[in-house]
């Protein structure tokens, strides 16, 4: 009798980590697995890392240390270690925790199911480790778990050098994959019910440089406005430095990509840019901003801001908070530096006290809940149309609200009224109420659109447990829509 096999993945880090583990979860259930009940150990645990993220190796060596017990329980049960902590460290992890069965890389998610079998059978640790992309990995099995939204790499790697990012050594050199490549997986998403999909890559608007187009992506974009049925486009993460107004006019132009814009700034000095390796200045970043709010004055935008990199002096960070004010953003990602090993920066001089960080951090944290604060006020007494999701916050009993996020992707909370939508409709509803990180839509009853990304959400929920809902293998983010991860201090 063959018993059949559990597994579960823990994701650390950036989308693109998300999105290959659903690779990973698509190529264990290709292999006959199926996912552990919530509350089991299961019989495989795959943890896929990052190494950007602070103290991700104590985080890492910690949970591998809980699991020690269970797996000295049960023999069988199997431990892998993938992603770019992985990569960076190597046999390092077998070293430190003789009881993992499986380390791959970042180049290799795809021989996951061999080296699991391969250690099985040998009855000891498979390292194995690839330089560079063996195939690109979009072409691997991929679990969705969204009937409405979705993620699509259109390139991997990175060619920038950033002094606190770690990325391109363990991601390698950027890799773009072809338009009708991207567009036929656009194209099968969206015959499946996908009424949104969001661009990705550690530099999306550096899409096309290894086949000599630097008006590519601008070009991929307004291709996906010829999809029919495709509602949202959104794109993470561009670059300063490669953004042109060619990008600028594809948004404006083509209806179904959205007015929002994540960018990066990381720092308001141009002193303290040219020491990150930004290839940019404050005077270009805030001149990209101007340009899109020209052409979309509804446009949000948030950002990325490392505090207290090396080096930086009380001036420095005022021209941070003189760019934040000018910048008006819907919202920040804000991170504190800190040492990453293996990074430049880890080493330059300079290296402030924890205590000059953390106070420079709350000035900014408060300065842009302002802000964010203040831009989302403007939006009550607004009519909008907003994607309902399964995830993005649970149902209120007492005032019967469910959640999505609108075309901007801010997130609202809003009353249902006597039809209740399910994950994948529309509902078009006037906001009421306004929070720094949330909108609230009180008042009238939410109008319902019911759509064939509803539709697919409501078949799937008969499908088997352990089934994927669909026989394409094709990239998905966990149920719903791609939630804005706190971003790394890289690009990705």
Same mark, same amino acid.
């Given at each position: 009798m063959t018993v059949t096999r559990t597994y579960e993945v823990r994701t650390y880090g950036c989308q693109m980590n998300v999105h290959d583990s659903e690779r990973l979860s698509g190529l264990l259930e290709g292999a006959g697995y199926v996912p552990a009940a919530d509350g089991e150990t299961a019989d495989v645990v795959v943890f896929n890392t990052c190494a950007?993220?602070?103290?991700?190796?104590?985080?890492?060596?910690?949970?591998?240390?809980?699991?020690?017990?269970?797996?000295?329980?049960?023999?069988?049960?199997?431990?892998?270690?993938?992603?770019?902590?992985?990569?960076?460290?190597?046999?390092?992890?077998?070293?430190?925790?003789?009881?993992?069965?499986?380390?791959?890389?970042?180049?290799?998610?795809?021989?996951?199911?061999?080296?699991?079998?391969?250690?099985?059978?040998?009855?000891?640790?498979?390292?194995?480790?690839?330089?560079?992309?063996?195939?690109?990995?979009?072409?691997?099995?991929?679990?969705?778990?969204?009937?409405?939204? !979705?993620?699509?790499?259109?390139?991997?790697?990175?060619n920038n050098t950033c002094t606190f990012c770690i990325v391109p050594s363990l991601r390698g050199k950027e890799k773009d994959r072809r338009p009708g490549d991207v567009l036929a997986e656009v194209q099968a998403l969206?015959?499946?019910?996908?009424?949104?999909?969001?661009?990705?890559?550690?530099?999306?608007?550096?899409?096309?440089?290894?086949?000599?187009?630097?008006?590519?992506?601008?070009?991929?974009?307004?291709?996906?406005g010829g999809i029919e049925g495709l509602e949202r486009v959104r794109f993470t993460s561009p670059h300063p430095a490669a953004f042109t107004d060619?990008?600028?006019?594809?948004?404006?132009?083509?209806?179904?990509?959205?007015?929002?814009?994540?960018?990066?700034?990381?720092s308001g000095s141009d002193q303290v840019l040219k020491a990150m390796r930004r290839s940019y200045r404050a005077e270009r970043y805030l001149g990209i901003i101007e340009r899109v709010r020209a052409a979309m004055p509804d446009a949000a935008i948030s950002t990325d801001i490392i505090v207290g990199f090396p080096g930086e002096t009380e001036a420095d960070f005022q021209q941070t908070l003189d760019v934040v004010r000018q910048s008006?953003?819907?919202? !920040?990602?804000?991170?504190?530096?800190?040492?990453?090993?293996?990074?430049?920066?880890?080493?330059?001089?300079?290296?402030?006290?924890?205590?000059?960080v953390q106070e420079r951090y709350e000035r900014l944290v408060a300065l842009q809940e302002e802000i964010s604060w203040a831009?989302?006020?403007?939006?009550?007494?607004?009519?909008?149309?907003?994607?309902?999701?399964?995830?993005?916050?649970?149902?209120?009993?007492?005032?019967?609200?469910?959640?999505?996020? !609108?075309?901007?992707?801010?997130?609202?909370?809003?009353?249902?009224?006597?039809?209740?939508?399910?994950?994948?409709d529309m509902v078009t509803v006037e906001i009421t109420y306004a929070a720094p990180h949330h909108l609230v839509a009180d008042g009238a009853q939410a109008k319902v659109r019911r759509t064939r990304a509803g539709d697919a959400w409501e078949a799937r929920q008969g499908a088997p447990a352990g089934s994927s809902g669909s026989g394409v293998s094709l990239g998905m983010p966990t149920i719903g829509r791609p939630a804005p991860l706190p971003a790394a201090q890289g690009c990705a």
């Open positions: 950007v993220r602070e103290n991700a190796d104590n985080r890492l060596y910690g949970n591998l240390g809980h699991l020690r017990p269970a797996k000295v329980k049960n023999p069988d049960m199997q431990i892998a270690v993938g992603g770019c902590l992985a990569q960076k460290d190597q046999g390092e992890i077998v070293r430190k925790a003789p009881w993992v069965d499986v380390v791959f890389g970042t180049h290799n998610i795809g021989s996951l199911p061999v080296l699991l079998e391969r250690a099985r059978i040998a009855g000891e640790a498979q390292v194995e480790l690839k330089e560079s992309l063996e195939v690109f990995p979009s072409t691997l099995p991929t679990k969705r778990e969204s009937a409405y939204a !979705a993620w699509v790499a259109i390139s991997v790697g990175c969206v015959d499946q019910g996908v009424l949104e999909v969001t661009l990705l890559g550690q530099n999306v608007n550096t899409y096309g440089v290894e086949f000599g187009d630097r008006l590519a992506f601008g070009k991929l974009l307004r291709a996906c060619d990008v600028i006019a594809a948004m404006a132009e083509t209806p179904n990509v959205v007015h929002q814009l994540h960018m990066p700034l990381q008006r953003f819907a919202n !920040a990602f804000t991170f504190q530096y800190s040492i990453r090993p293996g990074t430049p920066a880890a080493t330059m001089p300079g290296q402030l006290p924890k205590e000059v831009e989302n006020k403007k939006q009550v007494g607004r009519t909008l149309e907003v994607l309902v999701a399964e995830g993005e916050g649970r149902k209120d009993e007492a005032t019967a609200r469910l959640s999505g996020r !609108a075309a901007d992707n801010r997130l609202v909370h809003f009353a249902v009224g006597e039809e209740t939508p399910r994950p994948g």
